[in-house]
């Protein structure tokens, strides 16, 4: 079962001149509220360490879902990432959305991630309306330990909710499959990526290869993927010499969570429009 973030009460003047200066790149001397869709949206989230780091509460500073829950953005966050966690299924991957570990695991995959959502769903829990995938890093940083990861996605398997893990071993086929599950499940919910940022543990040539293996197969599908290895600040050199937006050269200090946490929300705020999302699924 996952925990839920739920926001605090925040001062509406300073987090929407925040949302304003990240939209409009200025500062107003006013700020407007968020459209009342807010006091309903429910936000999951699927991926690795980048994702699990703020803590299945979302209280932890470091991680950028403690920002999201700051900015009153949503009425429950749920959070099914775990750390270690890869987007890529190995041939010894099985269906087991209980198993529980902080390390790389051939369980321990956005597959299990998702199945543990759908679940929860059919056990009562509330459909999200909007699910935010970030993972890659591990896949990256582990990519001997995940044989088929840049392998062709096999054009013979014709995923369904039935489909063995342990046959999809690519990155793509990987994604697709957790897309399938996904889309059958909640048709209404909006998909958000988002790709792994540079760190010090793998040099970004590899993250940016993974990155491009997750925006083609997420924007065949229709998806808005965004690409934290190359649009935010945090970079493979700065972070293995000397860290600035990690504590570690992989996961992010506050100043690093803070950075990712607004270049999330700059693209999820337009979401709060009714015409943009469904609420009702």
């Known amino acids: 079962m ?33 459209p009342s869709s807010s006091n309903t949206l429910k936000i999951a989230l699927l991926g690795d360490s980048m994702t699990w780091i703020g803590g299945d509460s979302c209280q932890n500073p470091t991680g950028w879902s403690h920002i999201l829950k700051e900015s009153g953005i ?24 209980s198993h529980y570990t902080e390390i790389l695991h051939d ?22 309306d909007i699910i935010i995938l970030f993972a890659g890093a591990n896949d990256a940083w582990f990519a001997s330990k995940r044989p088929g990861i840049y392998d062709l996605e096999d054009s013979n398997i014709n995923y369904s909710s039935d489909t063995d893990p342990a046959i999809v071993t690519t990155l793509e086929g990987s994604i697709n499959l957790v897309i399938k599950l996904l889309q059958d499940r909640f048709p209404h919910a909006t998909l958000l990526f988002v790709t792994p940022i540079q760190m010090s543990k793998t040099d970004a040539e590899t993250i940016f290869k993974v990155s491009d293996i997750i925006e083609r197969t997420a924007s065949k599908k229709g998806y808005r993927v965004l690409r934290a290895d190359k649009e ?16 570690d050269g992989v996961h992010t200090n506050p100043e690093g969570a803070r950075l990712l946490g607004d270049y999330i929300l700059k693209f999820l705020i337009p979401l709060l429009s009714p015409h943009n999302i469904s609420t009702d699924n």
């Open 2 to 34: 996952s925990n839920h973030c739920i926001p605090y009460k925040y001062n509406i003047l300073k987090i929407h001149a925040a949302v304003l200066l990240i939209l409009l790149g200025i500062m107003y001397a006013s700020a407007h509220s968020l």
């Open 74 to 97: 949503a009425e429950k966050i749920d959070v099914y990432a775990r750390s270690g966690a890869t987007w890529t299924n190995t041939e010894l991957t099985h269906r087991n959305p």
């Open 107 to 128: 369980d321990n995959v956005v597959y299990n991630q998702a199945i543990r959502l759908i679940e929860n769903a059919e056990a009562g829990n509330e459909n999200p």
């Open 232 to 247: 935010t600040d945090i970079k493979h050199q700065q972070e293995a010499k000397s860290p600035k937006y990690t504590y």
